[in-house]
């Protein structure tokens, strides 16, 4: 099990880019994430997202399901085009067999339910950086 500081200290000089349509959840992450000294750009839609990264490459990239427009599956199948091996995590409430499935086969590394905590968001980190891209 990695520890927390171990975690932060291995994507403290990875960009994380966060795609969800809730403030709140793009505000707390970004308090989260800021006070362990990462680096996360966050966006309120996909399309907002696969503009960022016309810009900048990411290592991480978090996206929820559910957006307005494009949804994060879509979305994370473009930033795999674009950025083979960044580690993709998608967030969803939705969270049915078909998604799951589909996101499995897309190469997504993780899946965290909503509603979710800043730990679940950490041990998700851990897991696809223990695994490797």
Not at 21 to 45: Q, V, Y
Not at 70 to 88: A, S, T
């Amino acid at each position: 099990k990695v520890l927390k500081m171990d975690i932060f200290d291995r994507i403290k000089n990875m960009k994380i880019l966060l795609v969800d349509d809730d403030e709140w959840i793009r505000d707390s992450l970004s308090l989260f994430f800021e006070a362990e000294g990462c680096n996360l750009l966050t966006f309120e839609t996909a399309e907002e997202g696969i503009e960022a990264l016309k810009q900048h490459t990411c290592d991480i990239v978090i996206s929820d399901y559910k957006l307005p427009g494009m949804d994060g599956l879509e979305f994370l199948r473009r930033v795999k085009e674009k950025q083979p091996n960044v580690f993709e995590i998608l967030i969803t409430a939705y969270a049915n067999y078909g998604i799951l499935k589909e996101a499995k086969m897309m190469g997504v590394k993780d899946i965290i339910p909503k509603p979710f905590t800043s730990e679940d968001v950490e041990t998700s980190l851990a897991r696809i950086i223990e695994s490797g891209p």
